[in-house]
Structures are given as C-alpha cells and as structure tokens.
C-alpha cells in the first residue's frame, strides 16, 4: 500500500492493534496510544466492539464443545428441568378473565351517547366524564371512537378537547 492510500485511512494502523487487544496479544504499539485512539475515533470504537463480540463467541462455543462445557451445559438444562417441574403444579387450572377492550369501549361511547343526548348535546369533558362515571382509557377511547364514526364532534383550544358535541344525525 503506498503513502496517498494510507492517508485515506488514518486508522489502518489501530485495526491490527485492535485484534491483537482484544485476543489479548503483544500489540506493535503501546496500549496507551490505542486507548488515547479510541476516545476519539468512532469507527475504532465500533470496530472494537465487534472483535469483542465475536471472540466472546468464538470462546463460549470452543468451551462448549469441550468436555467440561459440555457437562455445563447438560447439569444447567437438568437444574432447569426440575425447576419447571415445580413450576407446572403451581400454575392455576382457571386463568382470570380476559377483559375484552371492544365491549369495555362500546360501553362506554353508549354511556357517552346517553349523557349526551340526555343533558342537553353538548357538555364540557370533565363534566361528562362525571356524569358518565367513566374512569381514562374507556372514556376518551369512547369519545375516540364515536368521533371516527362521526356520531360526535370534539371542539377545543390549543389541541386540547374541551367540549364533546353530539351530532345533530346520531
């Protein structure tokens, strides 16, 4: 490689000091000036992160291939499967009921529809959510939804809703 391709690439020299560092072999340059490299260059940064990566798999898979690791391996899915043993028993026959978001959400866009239509058509959010008894996630998914579905029109400031409308065809 000549001197003009050298200078496109200022960190030729670490990359080979990189693998030597992170395998734990004798570097050609001291250790200090690659540290002192890589508080800077981004690149070496990245690159050393990945040797790190690979050689930490390169290790784990030879230990596992030896005969110790291989006992590892099977003592540590033997103590896992007495584990889960004891698990199964514990687990509940009957599970909770699973909440059914559509019902909870229709419920509350009629719950909305009759307030509105009983108190007059138009009401101011806090005070609809009184009268309605409807705690956050139902109450404004509900006015979501009959928004979608035109049956209301959501009036404001600022993008803040502040008053639900009926509409004259719901």
């Known amino acids: 490689m000549n001197k003009k391709d050298k200078a496109k690439n200022p960190c030729e020299k670490?990359?080979?000091?990189?693998t030597d560092f992170v395998m734990g072999r004798e570097m050609k340059?001291?250790?200090?000036?690659l540290l002192e490299h890589l508080k800077t260059c981004k690149n070496c940064r990245r690159d050393l992160t990945d040797w790190q990566d690979t050689y930490t798999v390169m290790k784990t898979e030879a230990y596992y291939n030896t005969a110790e690791g291989k006992k590892k391996m099977k003592d540590s899915f033997?103590?896992?499967?007495?584990?889960?043993?004891?698990?199964?028993?514990?687990?509940?026959k009957t599970l909770p009921p699973v909440i059914d978001t559509k019902w909870l959400v229709g419920s509350a866009a009629g719950k909305i529809l009759d307030c509105l239509r009983k108190n007059g058509f138009?009401?101011?959010i806090p005070e609809l959510r009184h009268k309605t008894g409807l705690v956050?996630?139902?109450f404004y998914?509900?006015?979501g939804w009959l928004d979608r579905e035109k049956k209301v029109i959501v009036r404001g400031h600022n993008n803040?809703?502040?008053?639900v409308e009926l509409r004259p065809e719901a």
């Open 14 to 18: 670490y990359e080979l000091a990189i």
């Open 29 to 33: 340059m001291p250790k200090e000036e």
């Open 78 to 92: 033997e103590a896992l499967k007495r584990k889960m043993a004891g698990v199964e028993k514990e687990i509940p």
């Open 122 to 124: 138009v009401m101011a």
């Open 136 to 138: 956050d996630y139902p």
């Open 141 to 143: 998914e509900g006015i």
């Open 160 to 163: 803040q809703p502040e008053y």
